[in-house]
């Protein structure tokens, strides 16, 4: 192994530590700063884009990098960058949050016809070209025709010797599943609760989609009446309105209709204060007892604003408790997050 093989694997070994070490920072903060053996590292994290290390030297008081020519930086003043694998990043976020792994249930599996090249064809493209078989055929047309020279074993494939590899279809099974975020709006959900609950969403989505790579994701709105919208607008959301949290659960029961239990593992998040307009609470309880045996799991998370929260959370807990795939956390600030986001994915 080269020396410059080394360095690099040394560094990745850091930035997996450094990861393990500030997992928590990645759930509060858009970006994270941070020094590592007097370097400054910026873990930038877009909605739903692979994390990149930066390594760079700092600059003054602030969180800047050096400039062109500064210890540290690449040819020409680059900054230099390494990329963890997504799915490495998750398994090392999930590792430090202990958060569950995802099983399928029931079935919720569709076949796909997989093609793999395990078969031997006497026609193909010359890339498929099998050398050992078609040197087979070549010796043993040459044993037979009385060729074959074992002083001189040279052998010259003819156009009946080729051999060429060729795809077998195979039935292979997907796990599929889809994801439902409703999200209340209402008027007494603060942007700052907005803001936890929509973390919260771009983990849950990363998390389930590291064990469903076939994930679709719906997206609702709901203060008094509820509405589907983009994944754009969802995170994009403001606050307004009255609620009827029964709305959010009937409108997904509609959309669910879509996605067969038998066919797809299907979770549904729900995000609120916990206000409800009076007589609405019986409504949205008889819509869980519905939708609960036929969902993988329904998280719901409750958030704290400034005049304390509704009491949804309680009359959840007291009338559906001990149902299988329930899952439910309080959420009072970014400390919070950790817990919550490991309690709403079932652990």
């Known amino acids: 192994m080269r020396p410059i093989e080394r360095d690099l694997l040394r560094f990745k070994e850091i930035v997996r530590g450094e990861v393990r070490k500030r997992v928590r920072e990645f759930l509060t903060r858009e970006e994270l700063f941070g020094q590592m053996e007097g370097r400054l590292v910026s873990i930038p994290l877009p909605q739903l884009e692979l994390p990149k290390i930066v390594y760079g030297e700092p600059w003054g008081e602030g969180l800047g990098l050096g400039g062109a020519g500064s210890e540290g930086l690449g040819p020409g003043g680059h900054v230099p960058v390494a990329e963890l694998e997504l799915e490495e990043f998750l398994d090392l976020v999930g590792e430090a949050l202990r958060l569950p792994r995802l099983r399928p249930k029931g079935e919720g599996e569709v076949t796909e016809e997989a093609f793999r090249h395990t078969t031997i064809a006497r026609k193909g493209p010359r890339g498929l070209r099998h050398v050992r078989r078609t040197l087979k055929e070549s010796l043993k047309r040459s044993l037979l025709t009385g060729e074959y020279r074992p002083e001189d074993p040279l052998l010259v494939p003819e156009r009946e010797d080729l051999r060429y590899k060729a795809p077998r279809s195979r039935p292979r099974p997907h796990a599929q599943a889809v994801v439902l975020f409703a999200l209340d709006v209402s008027g007494s959900m603060r942007e700052e609760e907005l803001r936890l609950v929509k973390t919260l969403s771009f983990w849950i989505t990363l998390w389930i989609r590291r064990h469903f790579p076939r994930l679709e994701r719906r997206y609702l709105l709901h203060d008094a009446e509820a509405w589907e919208v983009s994944e754009e607008e969802f995170f994009r959301a403001r606050e307004g309105g009255g609620t009827r949290l029964s709305s959010a659960l009937l409108l997904a029961e ?52 400034p005049y304390g929260q509704g009491r949804f959370l309680e009359e959840v807990q007291e009338e559906l408790g001990r149902q299988e795939g329930l899952a439910t956390a309080e959420v009072r600030g970014k400390e919070d997050l950790p817990l919550a986001l490991r309690r709403l994915l079932g652990g």
Do not use: C, M
């Not at 007589?279 to 309880?285: F, I, K, Q, R």
């Open 254 to 305: 509609e959309i669910l209709k879509g996605y067969p239990e038998a066919f797809y593992n299907r979770y549904l998040y729900h995000f609120s204060d916990g206000e409800n307009w009076q007589g609405d609470t019986p409504l949205a309880l008889e819509a869980l007892r519905r939708l609960l045996p036929g969902l993988a799991l329904y998280g719901y998370a409750q958030v704290q604003g």
